[in-house]
């Protein structure tokens, strides 16, 4: 990780709690695991359990990767867990370690030792993560009689709140868009992803029944944690949407609610990247950096919580299972603060003298 990341070193220090293992002898193993894992991030991912650790490690992590499917797991979960776990299974293939009993708290210490040697600490942090619930499951179906993690500690990762695309980029993209079928439908987009916070996916999965044109709510029903929710839109989104949709007559309420023709005349579900290229090309004429698509999102959060929206409703609104993740959104400015201080400031309650 060198000295922007803090040091393996220092990694180890922070990280490894108490431990038996002398200076030199963690030297030696983390020499060794550098040596097998190669340098670069291209290396440690080639990784396969190996010989008869193959048979036995890696039926495991079938096992797992079948209970997280039964679960409901989407399958880009179970790629990340496999992406994240295969390499720390060739690791302890080439340690010599044959079954889960096996494993040491060692083995897990030096391995990420060596991660934070080529990766960022949120790269590290992926891994963990993945390598945590693994090691949950061993235990869990009787493989492990003891927590391997405990006296390890995650590593630690800055949280940076990303930015939003500024509101006036998104009014200019959407007054880019020309007044034909295409040009609605982008403009649409561009309204609901800023007027009801969903993620690219949950746009792309809607259909023309989950829109209540009357009431003003859209249905989530593919929301990222399976859960269905209900959020409201405002009248301009709807009539933008209603706009677009006119120039579908023979729409039918199961059909996408957004499409893109094909020469032969067919009609297709908008792909995600066709949306990312729908942004590039809507920002580009109107003269504005390309937002991310996620930007749209935390756009979203950061206008409805200045808009007096409060904080359970809006992550409810957002999908999200606790308010720690609204946290990651929410960019607030000194102006902010300083309004919400203005309205609330307990002295100027106290004393009477609240300022205009």
Request: proline share 5%; aromatic share 6%; charged share 20%.
């Amino acid at each position: 990780m060198g000295v922007q990341h803090g040091g393996a070193a220092g990694w180890c220090e922070q990280h490894g709690g108490t431990t038996t293992v002398s200076p030199g002898g963690l030297n030696r193993q983390r020499a060794q695991i550098t040596a097998s894992l190669g340098e670069g991030q291209q290396r440690i991912t080639q990784l396969r359990p190996c010989g008869q650790a193959r048979l036995a490690l890696s039926l495991e992590l079938d096992v797992y990767l079948a209970d997280l499917s039964s679960f409901g797991r989407r399958p880009a979960t179970l790629s990340y867990y496999r992406q994240k776990l295969v390499p720390f299974l060739g690791y302890l293939g080439e340690s010599g370690v044959m079954e889960p009993a096996q494993i040491q708290r060692n083995h897990i210490r030096v391995f990420m030792l060596s991660l934070a040697e080529t990766h960022t600490p949120g790269g590290c942090a992926a891994y963990w993560r993945a390598i945590r619930a693994f090691v949950r499951f061993l235990i869990r179906e009787g493989d492990l009689d003891h927590n391997l993690l405990e006296g390890l500690r995650s590593p630690r990762v800055d949280q940076i709140v990303q930015k939003p695309v500024p509101v006036e980029d998104v009014a200019a993209m959407v007054a880019a868009c020309p007044k034909t079928e295409a040009g609605l439908r982008d403009a649409s987009i561009f309204c609901v992803l800023l007027d009801a916070g969903l993620r690219a996916g949950e746009v792309l999965a809607l259909n023309v029944q989950d829109v209540d044109f009357v009431v003003g709510t859209i249905t989530v029903r593919c929301a990222k944690n399976r859960t269905p929710r209900q959020v409201a839109c405002g009248a301009h989104t709807r009539k933008a949407l209603v706009k677009y949709l006119r120039l579908r007559p023979g729409r039918q309420p199961e059909d996408p609610l957004w499409t893109t023709s094909l020469s032969d005349g067919s009609r297709h579900r908008l792909t995600y990247a066709g949306l990312r290229s729908i942004v590039q090309r809507r920002a580009r004429k109107a003269q504005v950096p390309v937002p991310t698509l996620h930007s749209f999102r935390r756009a979203y959060a950061l206008e409805m919580l200045r808009n007096g929206c409060d904080v359970m409703t809006l992550s409810h609104m957002m999908g999200h299972g606790s308010l720690t993740v609204l946290k990651r959104y929410l960019d607030l400015q000194a102006d902010d603060l300083a309004r919400v201080q203005q309205a609330c400031s307990p002295v100027d309650h106290m004393l009477g003298r609240r300022t205009s």
